[in-house]
């Protein structure tokens, strides 16, 4: 049996869809790169090695972040040399059959350490029936890859999130897609965000959104290290990154070109003209896209309506998706900022900083309260500290006139106090559905269809 570490879309005929952690047969193995499966309905096809993972295994040989017979000694050398924070890589442990995760980081140590350092970290298992593996205890998987792939995304209890893959054969074996800047033609402003400057502008003949980076507002290797992994990000419903521009000052991001700009300015445009069948598909375009990351283990950060982009067929995309983890300044991270985005955050985050996907369903929430009420800011004319006085009491934001009840309840879930009790993303999608299936239902009847 193999588990899918991630959602796989075929790309020939001879190729099966992967749902991520869902249960596959594994049929044949000898390929290096492609194996074949058997899903629950007895088709088979090919799938790449890599994005599935033995339930009871150890083949480890095609992860670019497994080093075999390699000593510690070794990896803290090769770590060191690489130098750049979140570099890792999985060994064998001097004990049979246990692995060991290798870091490099630069963040303070818990004695107040503050020079470059290699971490070890033994991956651990636990003593029940069904084995389960662990670097911290909260977080169990049932196989290596599968924690590997969570830690790429979520610190989670180590120092620092294991951001690149380290080989003895060949260092970092990950590319960027770099943008060649003779290609890119920028054009006029679109407007300005915390980043800087956004433009219109044309690459390869495709017209596309290009973000430029303050020089002061993030490190270089932390800005390269994120667009890495918002590339490997694409779903319809997220604002796709095309490649970033390095060879030129400022850096810059190239996106795809959205005609109807952000959702927040888009909602108050339109004020009084949008149709209940709108504002839903609205909320249900974003929770699809952020479905989508949940399933990637990928938390936003940041979600609200001035971070999702319209389309000239006014489909909602979401934007800005992991940036805030490379902002140089500590508005994203500290809550005695006053920069902080309170009004958007979830209780955890505002005291202790705790992100989740969780934390992000509270996001949701608010973003649909936005919706619902044309693009009005939440808790419009009440200070930062107000609102977390008024979430700590158990107070929420007021029914949006314009939102069904149903939808009302979706909010109120969304801003449960403890994460645990706060739906999913794919949950909440399911359930937006079911109330797009109900509403239409609903006006055909009122119609005497």
Known sequence: MVIALQDYTPLGDDDLPLLKDQE?????????????????????GFVPSIYVAEKSGT??????????????????????????EGAFMV???????????????????????????????????TETEEISFYLAEKYLFSTIPELIHYH????????????????????CSQEIWEVDPEEL?????????????VLEGRWKDIKVAVKMIREECMSDEEFKEE?????????????????????????????EFMENGCLSEYLRARKGRLSQDMMLGMCLDVSEGMAYLESSNFIHRDLAARNCLVSKNNEVKVSDFGMTRFVLDDQYTSSQCSKFPVKWSAP?????????????????????????????????????????????????LLKPRLAPDSVHLLMEWCWKEKPEDRPSFALLLHELVQCVTFGRLYWQNQSGL
């Open 59 to 84: 083949n480890f040989e095609r992860f670019e972040w497994y080093n075999k017979n390699i000593t510690r000694a070794e990896a803290e050398e090769l770590l060191m040399t690489e130098g750049k």
């Open 91 to 125: 060994r064998d442990s001097r004990q049979a059959g246990v692995y060991t995760v290798s870091v490099f980081t630069k963040a303070p140590g818990s004695n107040g350490e503050k020079n470059p350092r290699v971490k070890h970290y033994q991956i651990r298992q």
């Open 24 to 44: 596959y047969i594994l049929i044949n193995s000898s390929h290096t790169d492609w194996w074949t499966v058997q899903n629950d309905k007895g088709a088979t």
């Open 227 to 255: 667009a890495k992994v918002m590339m490997k990000l694409s779903h319809c419903k997220l604002v796709q990154l095309y490649g970033v521009c390095t060879q030129r000052s400022p850096m810059c991001l190239v996106f």
């Open 348 to 396: 955890e985050v505002i005291k202790y900083c705790k992100f989740s996907s969780k934390s992000d369903v509270w996001s949701f929430g608010v973003l649909m309260w936005e919706v619902y009420n044309e693009g009005r800011l939440p808790y419009e004319n009440r200070t930062n500290a107000e609102v977390v006085e008024s979430l700590s009491s158990g107070l929420r």
């Open 152 to 171: 790429q995304h979520n610190a989670a209890g180590l120092i620092t999130r294991l951001r690149r893959p380290v080989s003895k054969d060949g260092g």
């Open 185 to 197: 033609i920028l054009g006029q402003e679109l407007g300005s965000g915390q980043f800087g400057l």
